[in-house]
């Protein structure tokens, strides 16, 4: 089965923006990776290219119910990313530029690539350029566009939607969409 339960298949993304969305210089951007590491780093975009070790079609599920398939990614692995800076922690933590934040228990977040390339091409700005994570087995509020720090935590903590809701880990076979039902009823949308 390529589709998960409770979810129908479009051609095409919706671009969906929570907070308004940020300027991005590339010239300083940096993907920092700093907090609770052994080794900390901070790659500029030119380096994050130079280490994709990725490539291959994965498909894309929101909560809302929509899903794409068969999109060509290309990105570096977190496994990799891990293999450079030793984290410690349960839990990885997204910041974008914007603002935006999202958390993955660390086991789904060692299955993820940092995506920089789509279809054959970098990023659009409305996807996120320069860099946004993707988790093809969990929903896509955890890939957060235009992301600038991973951190590591022991303890969870909420991310945007999660702080609305919204499930601490998102597994699209398992539909972890809401953490409860008072957070099914309670929950802001759209998103
Ligand atoms: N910075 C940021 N990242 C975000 C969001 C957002 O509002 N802001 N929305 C999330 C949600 S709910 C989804 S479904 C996808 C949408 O990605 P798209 O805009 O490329 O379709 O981005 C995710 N990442
Ligand atoms: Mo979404």
Same mark, same amino acid.
């Given at each position: 089965?390529?589709?998960?339960?409770?979810?129908?298949?479009?051609?095409?993304?919706?671009?969906?923006?929570?907070?308004?969305?940020?300027?991005?210089?590339?010239?300083?951007?940096?993907?920092?990776?700093?907090?609770?590491?052994?080794?900390?780093?901070? +790659?500029?975009?030119?380096?994050?290219?130079?280490?994709?070790?990725?490539?291959?079609?994965?498909?894309?599920?929101?909560?809302?119910?929509?899903?794409?398939?068969?999109?060509?990614?290309?990105?570096?692995?977190?496994?990799?990313?891990?293999?450079?800076?030793?984290?410690?922690?349960? +839990?990885?933590?997204?910041?974008?530029?914007?603002?935006?934040?999202?958390?993955?228990?660390?086991?789904?977040?060692?299955?993820?690539?940092?995506?920089?390339?789509?279809?054959?091409?970098?990023?659009?700005?409305?996807?996120?350029?320069?860099?946004?994570?993707?988790?093809?087995?969990?929903?896509?509020?955890?890939?957060?566009?235009?992301?600038?720090?991973?951190?590591?935590?022991?303890?969870?903590?909420?991310?945007?939607?999660?702080?609305?809701?919204?499930?601490?880990?998102?597994?699209?076979?398992?539909?972890?969409?809401?953490?409860?039902?008072?957070?099914?009823?309670?929950?802001?949308?759209?998103?």
């Amino acid at each position: 089965m390529q589709v998960p339960p409770g979810q129908h298949v479009l051609k095409s993304f919706i671009f969906y923006s929570a907070l308004k969305p940020p300027e991005v210089d590339i010239s300083r951007y940096r993907f920092k990776v700093a907090v609770n590491v052994e080794n900390p780093r901070s +790659f500029s975009y030119e380096e994050l290219i130079s280490m994709i070790d990725f490539k291959g079609k994965m498909n894309f599920h929101c909560v809302t119910g929509w899903s794409v398939l068969d999109l060509e990614m290309e990105g570096v692995t977190f496994k990799k990313i891990s293999e450079m800076v030793k984290p410690h922690g349960r +839990f990885a933590y997204f910041i974008s530029l914007d603002g935006y934040t999202t958390i993955v228990p660390y086991e789904d977040y060692l299955k993820g690539i940092l995506l920089l390339r789509l279809n054959g091409k970098p990023l659009s700005y409305e996807e996120g350029f320069p860099a946004r994570p993707f988790f093809e087995h969990l929903y896509a509020w955890k890939s957060a566009k235009w992301v600038t720090e991973l951190q590591f935590f022991d303890e969870y903590r909420d991310g945007y939607w999660e702080m609305y809701g919204y499930h601490e880990r998102g597994n699209v076979w398992l539909e972890e969409r809401f953490k409860n039902e008072e957070a099914r009823r309670l929950r802001k949308s759209p998103m």
